[in-house]
């Protein structure tokens, strides 16, 4: 995540989420958050667009990244 907030960061925000805060309980609910690690890709209105749970190769994140910018 961090190569791909170096390269895409001015084009999009990269928000992480510490899912041990409390304070973060709605959010989690609001995504369904099940395990760790898990990443999601959103919308501007914060509609979920993509998302992966577990494990995931750098590229299909690029991919989908890439195919949202165009």
Known sequence: MNRLE???G???NFIYLDIDNP???RIK???K???APQFFILGTTGNVIKQWRGYVDESEITQSIESLLK
């Open 6 to 8: 170096l390269e895409y």
């Open 10 to 12: 001015d084009q999009i």
């Open 23 to 25: 304070a973060n309980d």
């Open 29 to 31: 609910k609001l995504l």
């Open 33 to 35: 958050y099940k395990t």
